[in-house]
């Protein structure tokens, strides 16, 4: 599903026009992005959690060439189902 197909089925299931639901998907976007630019995190009870985390920094290898290369750390968007969005998927 990509993002025009979600907001077509946001717009009908909640009754609304195709416009408002992509208002409220970008706005939503946008609160989550911000929240997690600030470092903080985003729980929606039972559908999950968007938090941020700390990648250390690593060795890995360059796969044409065999090289070792340094992967430098990095902050990473993270996200863990909760319990009844991992019950809708099994």
């Known amino acids: 599903m990509n993002k025009s197909e979600l907001v077509e089925r946001m717009a009908s299931a909640a009754g609304i026009s195709k416009a408002a639901a992509e208002k409220a998907l970008?706005?939503?976007?946008?609160?989550?992005?911000?929240?997690?630019?600030?470092?903080?995190?985003?729980?929606?009870?039972?559908?999950?959690?968007?938090?941020?985390?700390?990648?250390?920094?690593?060795?890995?290898?360059?796969?044409?060439?065999?090289?070792?290369?340094?992967i430098p750390a990095r902050t990473v968007a993270r996200f863990k189902a909760g319990s009844k969005l991992a019950d809708a998927v099994k």
């Open 26 to 70: 970008t706005g939503f976007i946008d609160g989550v992005t911000d929240a997690l630019a600030d470092g903080g995190k985003v729980t929606l009870v039972g559908f999950g959690t968007f938090s941020v985390s700390e990648r250390a920094a690593r060795q890995g290898r360059n796969p044409q060439t065999g090289a070792t290369i340094e």
